[in-house]
């Protein structure tokens, strides 16, 4: 068993950064896998960022959207992972889950087998 909590959201001005943070307590193997997934209203889920493992063999991946824009990153000493957005534009709205799972699945995120509450973000322009 894995729970996640989310934190970091809120609103911003287009062109405003926001960092997400996501403690996840459990299982350390259920949560090799962490990333970010966001929905916007009327808008179906979508992964932004993921990190498999950890320290000098992590491994990420970035949906096209936000590449050069978001940054995924954990520290597992404190079992906290971060997306850091910056440039934010109002596209970027929509409530943020964190995700947790043991491996990374055909889509190319995690295996997410746990899901945080989310957070919202909202970006006016």
């Known amino acids: 068993q894995v729970q996640l909590v989310e934190s970091g959201g809120g609103s911003v001005q287009a062109g405003g950064s926001l960092r997400l943070s996501c403690v996840a307590s459990g299982s350390t193997y259920s949560s090799k896998c962490m990333g970010w997934f966001r929905q916007a209203p009327g808008k179906d889920r979508e992964g932004v960022a993921r990190?498999?493992?950890?320290?000098?063999?992590?491994?990420?991946y970035y949906a096209d959207s936000v590449k050069g824009r978001f940054t995924i990153s954990r520290d597992n000493a404190k079992n906290t992972v971060y997306l850091q957005m910056n440039s934010l534009k109002p596209e970027d709205t929509a409530m943020y889950y964190c995700?947790?799972?043991?491996?990374?699945?055909?889509?190319?995120?995690?295996?997410?087998?746990?899901w945080g509450q989310g957070t919202q973000v909202t970006v006016s322009s």
């Open positions: 990190i498999y493992g950890g320290g000098s063999n992590s491994y990420y």
């Open positions: 995700a947790a799972g043991p491996f990374v699945d055909g889509s190319s995120y995690c295996y997410a087998g746990y």
